[in-house]
């Protein structure tokens, strides 16, 4: 059975930090991609980031460039989104993604920033 769960969401300040987590399980991880996607309600559902299978290339959403880093570890089946300098407009719904020969879904975690 195919899982990925998310954790690490919560409230934080402006100008704080959040570590998200993606485990993985029922799949062989490292043929996949990862992505890290978020949504508010009313609006479709945006790409942060993505990291591919091996951790060699990575790509950022323009508004997260030099705050986010998204990371893997293959051994533990685990991916991450290290959010620093948090502001407002990344509050959201964070959902990671495992996509190449399929696509997998968490069921995501709330990230509100608010002071």
């Known amino acids: 059975q195919v899982q990925l769960v998310e954790s690490g969401g919560g409230l934080v300040q402006p100008g704080g930090s959040l570590r998200l987590s993606c485990a993985a399980s029922?799949?062989?991880?490292?043929?996949?991609?990862m992505s890290w996607y978020r949504q508010v309600p009313g609006k479709e559902r945006e790409l942060v980031a993505t990291?591919?299978?091996?951790?060699?290339?990575?790509n950022y959403a323009d508004s997260v460039k030099g705050r986010f880093t998204i990371s893997r570890d293959n051994p533990k089946n685990t991916a991450y989104l290290q959010m620093n300098n948090l502001k407002p407009e990344d509050t959201a719904v964070y959902y990671c993604?495992?996509?190449?020969?399929?696509?997998?879904w968490g069921q995501g975690t709330q990230v509100t920033v608010s002071s």
């Open positions: 990291l591919t299978r091996f951790g060699g290339v990575t």
């Open positions: 993604n495992a996509h190449r020969i399929s696509s997998y």
């Open positions: 029922g799949f062989t991880f490292s043929n996949y991609d």
